[in-house]
């Protein structure tokens, strides 16, 4: 290090030379681990609609009973997703993701072991809570590390792992839940694993550089950003990778003091450019972290992000849920039921890897509201369907559009907020979903009752039609830097 320190002007903040790499190694393992995490998740999720269809038939269980044990996991989720983003926003994403991996891992081991409902209610909460929280926390995360130009395909790609989590799940469900009465507790042993797993996401994921920098963690902000250079065969400014790792090691402990960087550094820590949406928003001095996602620069977005979420969440878990149990009830046997599901859940990985592509080239809200009109139409097909070749080609075209829409969701949502409060703010949508993701398991027994399978499905297809209106309002952030 010289004596004279180059100029803000000079010198490119941490941020910018995050955002500048093109993608390295460091990237792919950071979206692997993140991933095999989002596997995890919806691996537990989906079982769940395999063990209330044998439930109904072990247990005797009515149909509204089961959908309590459904809603109470969602339950959990909407509590889950509203404080883990706030716990986030204070003690960072890492943290919170090893976190909440073990909670819901052995809440999930533990359901196993449940003798009735009631316990089973219980700990799918613990579970919920688990899982809501770390499924916004893991996106921002991957988010606030991926370069611009490619940040949403990245969190399309991190959502694509739910595809594989649900086709892991629909697999259990047709190989070991009908294997006997106890199949159901089985599967569910199998989702401790996540438990183990959040040992290595402790130890192997970085925390994000944009958090670092709003906490004035300055010289572990310089630490992560150097690594990823290292991962590299050459740096931002010409150095190799051995040489960024070794100045970063090699760094005097001053580099906590934020007087010690460059200026552009400091500033870039968690003062918003001018005309950015953080911008425009008041100063959040004074203000709790839930408030400011209504102050005057996003109170638009946030409203319209809430209604996107809770439509989607509650036309996807209605549907997809009971999926196996509407199939059986319709005269299909429990097995043929499953086998079902596990096909028309293929479709999910395409429309994922369709998404994937064009929220670069159309960008977030183009695709988010086309594969919203699209998962309409499906439902609407699903409810018009009257054999299984037509139940199979909507159920397939439902899973593709559906799942779409989710990657496009959960690209567009980190981008809409500011750091400080950015993990709340895809925390708290993500909350609101949930709430809807608990009144649709109950509804749909009702729903069912009064008009069949048709009027259920056009129900789903009214509310995504809500939820594509409600994408058209979202602000389009593609392409630019993270505020």
Do not use: C, K
Not at 268 to 278: F, I, L, R, Y
Not at 465 to 473: I, Q
């Amino acid at each position: 290090m010289t004596d004279t320190a180059p100029s803000a002007a000079a010198t490119p903040t941490l941020t910018e030379r995050l955002d500048g790499l093109p993608v390295t190694r460091r990237h792919t393992r950071l979206l692997l681990g993140s991933g095999v995490g989002w596997t995890f998740d919806a691996m537990d999720v989906g079982l769940i609609s395999f063990v209330i269809a044998q439930l109904g038939v072990v247990w005797g269980t009515t149909d509204g009973r089961l959908g309590w044990v459904a809603s109470a996991g969602f339950a959990g989720m909407a509590v889950g997703a509203a404080l883990g983003g706030l716990l986030a926003d204070r003690i960072g994403r890492r943290q919170v993701f090893a976190l909440t991996l073990l909670v819901y891992g052995l809440a999930t081991g533990a359901s196993a072991l449940a003798g009735g409902v009631a316990v089973l209610m219980a700990l799918r909460f613990v579970v919920g809570l688990g899982l809501g929280a770390e499924l916004p926390v893991a996106s921002t995360l991957v988010s606030e590390f991926a370069p611009p130009r490619i940040r949403g395909r990245a969190v399309v790609v991190l959502e694509s792992f739910w595809a594989v989590g649900w086709i892991l799940a629909a697999l259990v469900g047709y190989l070991v839940v009908p294997s006997g009465d106890d199949g159901w507790r089985w599967a569910l042993a199998l989702g401790a694993l996540p438990a183990l797993y959040a040992v290595v996401v402790r130890r192997g994921l970085p925390e994000s550089v944009r958090f670092l920098q709003s906490r004035g963690r300055h010289a572990e902000a310089e630490r992560v950003v150097a690594d990823f250079e290292g991962s590299r065969a050459v740096g931002h400014d010409g150095r190799t990778g051995a040489q960024v790792r070794d100045e970063a090691a090699s760094a005097p402990a001053a580099a906590d003091v934020p007087a010690a960087l460059p200026a552009a550094d400091v500033v870039a820590a968690d003062v918003p450019a001018p005309g950015t949406p953080a911008a425009d928003a008041p100063a959040t001095a004074g203000r709790t972290r839930l408030g400011a996602l209504f102050a005057p620069g996003l109170r638009r977005r946030t409203i319209a992000l809430w209604v996107v979420w809770f439509a989607v969440n509650f036309s996807y878990y209605g549907a997809f849920i009971w999926l196996p149990s509407l199939l059986a009830a319709d005269g299909h046997t429990l097995v043929r039921s499953f086998e079902y599901t596990l096909i028309i859940t293929l479709g999910q990985l395409p429309g994922y890897a369709v998404a994937a592509v064009l929220v670069e080239r159309w960008g977030r809200r183009s695709t988010l509201a086309t594969f919203l009109a699209g998962s309409a139409l499906a439902a609407g097909l699903f409810a018009l369907a009257a054999g299984d070749a037509q139940i199979i080609g909507a159920g397939l075209l439902l899973s593709f559009f559906n799942l779409g829409a989710w990657g496009a969701l959960y690209a567009v949502t980190p981008e809409l907020y500011p750091t400080r409060v950015r993990t709340t703010g895809a925390g708290w949508a993500a909350g609101i979903g949930r709430t809807a993701s608990i009144l649709a398991p109950l509804l749909v027994p009702h729903l069912r009752a009064a008009g069949g399978t048709g009027l259920l499905f056009a129900v789903f297809a009214a509310v995504f039609v809500v939820a594509a209106l409600g994408a058209l309002a979202l602000p389009e952030r593609a392409g630019a830097s993270l505020d």
